[in-house]
C-alpha cells in the first residue's frame, strides 16, 4: 500500500454504512485512519469535508489523492485495489454469488425505508426501546423476513459459501427487529455476524462514544 487510508465516519458510530466500510476495511487488514465527522453539527457540509466527500454524506474514503463516498461503493473499489488472495475478498469468488450479493447491497440501502425511519441503529447499537412499529414498518419487516429466509437456511452461518460484506449488511437489518418477532434462525444468523472480531471492534468505537 502506497498511502494510508482514512476512513470519515460519524462521530457517534451510528451509521450503518460507515460500520460496513468500517468491517470492509478490517476484514482486509488494511491500516487505515477513522476520522469522526459531526453530522449533528453539519459538518458533512462544511469545508473540507465537503470538497472531500463528493456527496456529502458518511462514510468516506480517502485514498492517496482519491476520495470515495458510498459504503457499497467503497467496499467494491477495496476489493478491487487490494486483491485476494494478498486480502481477504469482501465478495463471494463466483459471478451469480457476487451479484447476489451486490443486490442484496443495493436493496438494503433502498427499500425497508419505514423498518429503518423506526428502528434507527440506536436500537441495534444501545439497545434503545423502539416504538411499536407501523403497517408500513411490519410491512417491511416481512419483506425482509422473507428475502433473508430465502437465501439462508436453518443454521446458515453465511450467506455463501464464506463470509462476505452483504453479511455484515443484512446482519444491521436483521437486528433492527431484535426487539420483535424475528425467527430464531435468522436471530442466530444476525448474534453470529455480530461476533466477528471486525463488528466487534466498530461496537467498541460505538461505545466509547456513547453520550
Request: aromatic share 8%; glycine share 4%.
Amino acid at each position: 500500500m502506497s498511502a494510508p487510508l482514512t476512513l470519515f465516519v460519524d462521530s457517534l458510530f451510528l451509521s450503518p454504512y460507515a460500520m460496513s466500510a468500517y468491517v470492509a476495511l478490517t476484514e482486509k487488514q488494511l491500516p487505515f485512519e477513522v476520522r469522526p465527522i459531526d453530522l449533528e453539527a453539519g459538518e458533512q457540509r462544511m469545508q473540507p469535508y465537503q470538497a472531500r466527500a463528493l456527496t456529502s454524506r458518511v462514510p468516506a474514503l480517502t485514498h492517496e489523492d482519491f476520495h470515495l463516498t458510498e459504503s457499497s461503493a467503497i467496499a467494491e473499489y477495496l476489493d478491487e485495489a487490494f486483491p485476494a488472495p494478498a486480502h481477504a475478498a469482501l465478495y463471494p469468488r463466483d459471478v451469480r454469488a457476487r451479484a447476489r450479493a451486490r443486490q442484496l447491497q443495493a436493496w438494503l440501502r433502498s427499500d425497508l425505508a419505514a423498518l429503518r425511519q423506526e428502528r434507527p441503529t440506536e436500537t441495534v447499537f444501545h439497545g434503545a426501546a423502539g416504538q411499536p412499529l407501523s403497517d408500513a414498518a411490519h410491512a417491511a419487516a416481512a419483506k425482509l423476513i422473507h428475502v433473508a429466509g430465502s437465501l439462508l437456511g436453518a443454521g446458515q452461518a453465511c450467506l455463501f459459501d464464506g463470509w462476505c460484506i452483504a453479511d455484515t449488511d443484512l446482519a444491521v437489518m436483521l437486528k433492527r427487529l431484535s426487539q420483535d418477532d424475528l425467527p430464531a434462525p435468522l436471530a442466530a444468523y444476525a448474534d453470529g455476524q455480530w461476533q466477528r472480531p471486525s463488528v466487534q471492534k466498530w461496537l467498541a468505537h460505538n461505545a466509547a462514544a456513547r453520550p
